[in-house]
Every structure is written in structure tokens, then in C-alpha cells.
């Protein structure tokens, strides 16, 4: 199976940007689908942006399009959200996950069988 670590969360002041990441070990990279998923406190786990094996393809919650990137370096076995203008209402626990499967909107945490430990993103207004 995969292991997938994230990193790159912090406290940064609203209208910041933050870089995550998601270093993955185990397996080949480029063999898994990958997503970023979020979770606020008291509130479900919420998809926020996916990749396909070959970046080739990407998908976007709509409250995060023209603000979130996705990309992947399959050379270096890791995974990015450049996040811009940060919210207030972007403070969660954000989590990489991947995936064997193909990606069909609408993605969903049920999908993803390999999961990080998250990474704390608070953002002070």
C-alpha cells in the first residue's frame, strides 16, 4: 500500500498563501489517483481538489476554483495545493488521499482507501 504524509499547514493571516504537501512512499506514485480533502471543526470531511495519475486531469470543489491549484511531480512521489487569498472559512485539517481507482466527479472521501494524517491550515482574520 501507499503512505502518504502531508505537510506545509500553518497559521498565516487571511488574504496569505500557503503551499501544501503530500510526499507518498510505498508504491509507485504515478500509479494512484490523488486528492486533497478538508475537514472543519464539528464538520464532515469535504473534497477540495483531485488529480489524475498523470496530473493530466484535475478537479475542483467549486468554492475553491480560480483560488486552489492541484499538480503532481510523479519524479518526486508528492502532490501540491498552492492555496491563494486564504479564508477565515478555510481553517480545517486537510488531508491527501489516494486512490488505485479512475476519478469520476463527483469524488467522494468513500473513494480513497489511503489517507495522511492531515495537516493543520488555520487562517486568522
Known amino acids: 500500500q501507499v503512505q502518504l504524509v502531508e505537510s506545509g499547514g500553518g497559521l498565516v493571516q487571511t488574504g496569505d498563501s500557503l503551499r501544501l504537501s503530500c510526499a507518498a512512499s510505498?508504491?509507485?506514485?504515478?500509479?494512484?489517483?490523488m486528492a486533497w480533502f478538508r475537514q472543519a471543526p464539528g464538520k464532515e470531511r469535504r473534497f477540495v481538489a483531485a488529480i489524475s495519475r498523470s496530473g493530466g486531469n484535475t478537479y475542483y470543489a467549486d468554492s475553491v476554483k480560480g483560488r486552489f491549484t492541484i499538480s503532481r511531480d510523479n519524479a518526486k512521489n508528492t502532490m501540491y495545493l498552492q492555496m491563494n487569498s486564504l479564508k477565515p472559512e478555510h481553517t480545517a485539517v486537510y488531508y491527501c488521499?489516494?486512490?488505485?481507482?479512475?476519478?469520476?466527479?463527483?469524488?467522494?472521501?468513500?473513494?480513497?482507501?489511503?489517507w495522511g494524517q492531515g495537516t493543520q491550515v488555520t487562517v486568522s482574520s
Open positions: 488521499a489516494a486512490t488505485g481507482g479512475i476519478l469520476v466527479p463527483p469524488i467522494n472521501h468513500g473513494e480513497f482507501p489511503y
Open positions: 510505498g508504491r509507485t506514485f504515478s500509479n494512484y489517483a
